[in-house]
């Protein structure tokens, strides 16, 4: 599934995507959700320790809260 779609369909979440297709720049496309969860450590402890160095771990919702800013 594209990670574009797994986004759409889990709003605010915390997301465990185990990649199956890489673009330029090794940017995820495609991939299967093996975890989600509202809290980041809840998460982790949900994936496996065997597969944890091929997961891409995101949060599908917004960072900030309306009103504030970030700069890098």
Same mark, same amino acid.
């Given at each position: 599934m /594209? @990670? /574009?779609? @797994? $986004?759409?369909?889990?709003k605010d979440r915390w997301l465990a995507i185990r990649v199956s297709r890489f673009g330029e720049n090794n940017?995820? $496309?495609e991939g299967e959700l093996i975890a989600e969860d509202e809290d980041r450590e809840k998460l982790w402890k949900k994936v496996p320790q065997s597969k944890k160095k091929a997961i891409y @771990? $995101?949060?599908s919702g917004d960072y900030l809260e309306e009103g504030y800013a970030a700069a890098f």
């Open positions: /594209k @990670i /574009k779609t @797994i $986004l759409e369909n889990h940017i995820p $496309l @771990i $995101l949060f």
